[in-house]
């Protein structure tokens, strides 16, 4: 999280989490409009997807840190537990900014291209192998932008997260949902990109599966974050050799979709 004003915060996830379903689920509209091959669809909706993911990462991370996902926020906050990370109702309050955003997104989406302001999905996403899927798209995202966090290495989190977007969205079974704001948002538009809001429930369980999963292996994998106190006062000073000045803890930018 950055050291901006909560509002300002708050409002940056809102209108990320909007203009990225709008063109999530729009793109799907445009697909189905210039297409009737499933591939292409698929490929059209993925490419506008991924570069809207980085450009907002790009735009808003030093802002309110781009998670415009409430399971970023959620990993943000464990993971940020003992070195000054977001507190519990901060991290909630993103949350809801980024549902509000995802829900205004798809209202935009369907009002653009002349539909009924809400409209509830009617395609059906319940099997076995699509929460595994999606476990698995949710478990990297996690560990991938947590993990570029705790190596210092938050410059490539506009490529690097809509890069992972974009392979798991063909790689994994689900499309690589990934984020549950995103799931109800889509739940509110019977397009190409749509879930039925009975699929929702389950489909957001596996992504907090996939999350944890993906929490854990952080420190596996990157080694635990130093402590507030005589570690964090190394931690400090290795950001201040990397940057020249020292940021609180807090300030690092943890992008997510």
């Avoid at 292409?40 to 802002?63: E, M, Q």
């Avoid at 995802?102 to 809400?118: E, K, S």
């Avoid at 402590?227 to 020292?246: L, S, V, Y």
Wanted: hydrophobic share 50%; with cysteine; charged share 15%.
């Amino acid at each position: 999280m950055t050291t901006k004003p909560l509002a300002g915060r708050l409002a940056a996830e809102a209108v990320g989490t909007a203009v990225l379903a709008a063109v999530l689920i729009g793109s799907g509209f445009s697909a189905s409009a210039l297409s009737g091959d499933d591939a292409v669809r698929l490929l059209a909706n993925v490419l506008a997807s991924a570069l809207a993911l980085g450009v907002l990462i790009a735009l808003l991370a030093p802002v309110s840190g781009a998670h415009l996902n409430p399971l970023v926020t959620a990993g943000a906050w464990w993971a940020g537990r003992r070195t000054g990370g977001p507190g519990g109702r901060e991290a909630a309050c993103y949350a809801l900014a980024q549902l509000a955003g995802a829900v205004a997104g798809a209202v935009l989406a369907n009002a653009m291209y002349g539909r009924p302001a809400l409209e509830l999905s009617g395609r059906p996403r319940a099997a076995g192998h699509l929460w595994l899927g999606e476990a698995v798209a949710t478990g990297v995202l996690v560990l991938l932008v947590l993990g570029l966090a705790r190596a210092g290495r938050e410059r490539f989190a506009p490529v690097a997260v809509a890069g992972w977007i974009g392979a798991a969205c063909w790689g994994t079974s689900s499309g690589s949902f990934a984020n549950p704001a995103l799931t109800v948002g889509r739940s509110l538009s019977d397009g190409f990109t749509g879930i039925a809001p009975g699929s929702v429930p389950a489909f957001v369980l596996a992504q907090c599966a996939g999350a944890a999963v993906g929490l854990a292996l952080v420190p596996l994998l990157f080694g635990r974050a130093a402590a507030d106190g005589a570690d964090g006062a190394d931690d400090a000073d290795a950001r201040k050799g990397r940057t020249g000045r020292t940021e609180p803890a807090a300030a690092r930018e943890l992008p997510g979709r």
